[in-house]
């Protein structure tokens, strides 16, 4: 997903900091889910679709955005993963499972009534 010269960086970062051994699968996997609480506290009381994100508001964001993207690369670096790849893969597989037909404007799975 980054460029070779961001992913070296954060993964310099990590092994200069000798992290390695508590990046397990395991530990990035919670890590991931941690981060993603933290963006979604960002929203449980202060954004709603009535107001828009202050200037701090939307730096937070962009942090817990970050830690999530971070945390990620390094889950998918460690098991081997092309994240670019897999998302390709992904999306072609929503557009199957989704098609247009039945999902266009549609917030419910398209086999519920």
């Given amino acids: 997903m980054f460029s070779k010269d961001i992913l ?3 993964l310099r970062f990590r092994s200069e900091r000798d992290w390695e051994q508590f990046h397990t699968p395991k ?8 981060e993603a609480a933290e963006l ?3 929203f449980q009381w202060s954004l709603d679709n ?4 202050t200037d701090s508001e939307l730096e937070e ?3 817990e955005l970050a830690d999530i993207a ?3 690369t390094y889950l998918s670096t460690d098991l081997g993963i092309d994240l670019s790849q897999a998302v390709i ?3 072609q597989k929503n557009i199957t499972k989704y098609p247009l037909s ?3 404007g549609r917030s419910t799975k398209y086999t519920k009534p």
């Fill in 8 to 10: 070296d960086s954060l």
């Fill in 27 to 34: 530990n990035l996997a919670i890590s991931i889910s941690i």
């Fill in 40 to 42: 979604l506290e960002k």
């Fill in 50 to 53: 009535d107001k828009s994100a």
């Fill in 61 to 63: 964001i962009r942090d």
């Fill in 70 to 72: 971070i945390y990620l």
């Fill in 89 to 91: 893969d992904k999306l």
């Fill in 102 to 104: 039945k999902a266009r």
